[in-house]
């Protein structure tokens, strides 16, 4: 516990007031928003900046110029005051005087000092990085001398801490609840998006960037005789562009034909938004002679507790047209569904338009379950009906055999 001092003890709401030790650091090591408060010339300041704790000392990021590091530079150090917060909901109460917010938040006076050390300097920099992703700092470049010089890092001892915190719902007086308005709790919650790599960038996603998911969600590598599908990248951009430049490829999708390279990455990175959400798993098609990507296809309508998943946002490269390529690619996805994921069920979804895709499907061994009238809308506005196809885990051995039969009177792709 940290001793409760004349600064940290609250005038009102003493019941939202902790000086648990453990509850604080929690909150600091979970909160990315940190503002500094300082005076300079008698005038209060306050700025927002990076923080990071190890163990029981707050260290703060700033550049060698800035006021409170020049402040700081003195025998005295700088008297500060520092808040960290975490917002967790929004609360609505049927009378406006009863709204609030639940969060969790930090307070810690004392006085800083300006770090110069070079060891504490670059542990504290070791630190922050491993808090924006834990292995990060043996996946970067580390500080030079030059670097280091030019950062500047104020310490402050944790002694004058306290935690304030709400939790709970709506809290209004008994007249206010007969009000005919709505009242209740919004979560909040900081979320990753999906990471956007820099320009040139090859290195793979590290692992404490991707999203964890089921393994329903995961792209795994899949290897044929005559195709290979891979995780989608936006670094396949250029290829898929080149591959798929045919009007005839794109004629029943969803979207139309990119004429530019940029407009299919586009593409891409739409599929690579629904994968995030965890709403699609995009692979690329590769042909297994030559290397050379030719298509996409996917998972969707993904349902690990229901066991059932969808294929679909399959479009190939008119060259590679009955090779076998598109046959295997649906073999590896039905195998991976089937007999390593579990599902008991697999779907498909076409236009009612596409004559050639709806005979694609039934050769793997689907059947037609019905029609989706008004079901999805085309690239040029109209409404699609769309054809429903499915296989149970029950037809998958059979529709197996077949499927392989196939492939077998079937050469690679040259």
Not at 91 to 109: I, L
Not at 159 to 174: N, Q
Request: proline share 6%; charged share 25%; glycine share 8%.
């Amino acid at each position: 516990m940290y001793p409760p001092t004349a600064r940290t003890i609250p005038h009102r709401s003493r019941d939202r007031m902790s000086y648990d030790r453990e509850a604080a650091h929690a909150v600091l090591d979970e909160a990315y928003h940190c503002a500094l408060g300082f005076t300079v010339d008698g005038q209060p300041r306050v700025l927002p900046t990076l923080h990071v704790r190890v163990g029981d000392t707050l260290y703060l990021h700033g550049s060698t110029g800035s006021r409170p590091l020049l402040a700081a530079r003195g025998d005295d150090g700088l008297p500060v005051c520092v808040a960290v917060t975490v917002l967790d909901a929004l609360v609505y109460a049927r009378s406006q005087f009863h709204h609030s917010a639940n969060y969790r938040s930090v307070v810690a006076h004392g006085t800083a000092r300006l770090v110069t050390d070079e060891r504490e300097k670059s542990a504290m920099l070791t630190a922050l990085v491993e808090k924006v992703g834990a292995g990060r700092s043996t996946d970067t470049r580390p500080p030079s001398r030059r670097e280091l010089a030019e950062t500047a890092v104020l310490a402050l001892p944790l002694r004058e801490v306290s935690v304030r915190s709400r939790t709970g719902g709506v809290r209004e007086a008994d007249a206010d609840l007969r009000l005919p308005h709505w009242a209740g709790v919004l979560p909040l919650r900081l979320t990753a998006g999906r990471p956007e790599p820099d320009v040139g960038v090859t290195a793979p996603l590290p692992a404490y960037l991707r999203t964890v998911r089921t393994p329903w969600h995961e792209p795994a590598p899949l290897r044929g005789e005559h195709v290979l599908l891979e995780p989608l990248d936006l670094a396949h951009t250029d290829d898929l562009h080149a591959a798929t430049a045919d009007d005839e490829v794109w004629r029943h999708l969803g979207v139309r034909r990119p004429t530019t390279p940029a407009g299919t990455a586009e593409v891409i990175a739409a599929a690579l938004d629904a994968q995030h959400r965890g709403e699609r798993v995009p692979w690329v098609q590769r042909c297994a002679s030559t290397g050379a990507v030719v298509g996409t296809t996917s998972y969707y309508e993904i349902d690990p507790e229901r066991r059932s998943v969808a294929i679909g946002h399959t479009f190939l490269g008119r060259a590679w047209w009955r090779t076998g390529i598109n046959t295997e690619a649906k073999l590896l996805l039905l195998g991976r569904a089937f007999d390593e994921l579990g599902a008991v069920r697999v779907a498909w979804h076409t236009d009612i338009r596409n004559d050639r895709s709806q005979a694609a499907i039934e050769r793997l061994g689907a059947t037609r379950e019905g029609v989706l009238r008004m079901h999805r809308q085309r690239a040029d506005g109209s409404w699609r009906d769309t054809v429903q196809y499915a296989m149970t885990v029950d037809e998958w051995p059979n529709a197996q055999l077949r499927l392989r039969e196939r492939l077998r009177r079937t050469a690679p792709a040259a």
